[in-house]
């Protein structure tokens, strides 16, 4: 079993930066890769990044590339996205979440979830 509690979400003007962090309980979370998913208001859940058990490999979507990095400190059982340039589009409750798979991109691979982070940006 995994706990996972995000932190770092606010509101920032457009263009500026924010790092959300996932904190995870538990001895097993070097094993699991990491995901971070975001949704606004009356949209679907949107895969955002995600990275490998062992943080060699990482992937993104299509509209973060180039402006999100996700990374990993298994040390300290945390997850990071480092997010910059952003915009408006960019407002939703951010998730991170961990799945078994092999750095998964779709929700429904994810076996744990946190509660989720606001993020807002304004114009």
């Known amino acids: 079993q995994v706990q996972l509690v995000e932190s770092g979400g606010g509101l920032v003007q457009a263009g500026g930066s924010l790092r959300l962090s996932c904190a995870a309980s538990?001895?097993?979370?070097?094993?699991?890769?990491m995901g971070w998913f975001r949704q606004a208001p009356g949209k679907e859940r949107e895969f955002v990044a995600a990275i490998s058990w062992r943080g060699g490999s990482t992937y993104y979507g299509d509209s973060v590339k180039g402006r999100f990095t996700i990374s990993r400190d298994n040390a300290k059982n945390t997850v990071y996205l480092q997010m910059n340039s952003l915009t408006p589009e960019d407002t939703a409750v951010y998730y991170c979440?961990?799945?078994?798979?092999?750095?998964?991109?779709?929700?429904?691979?994810?076996?744990?979830w946190g509660q989720g982070t606001q993020v807002t940006v304004s114009s």
């Open positions: 979440a961990a799945s078994w798979q092999d750095a998964p991109t779709t929700p429904r691979a994810y076996d744990y």
């Open positions: 538990g001895r097993t979370f070097r094993r699991y890769a």
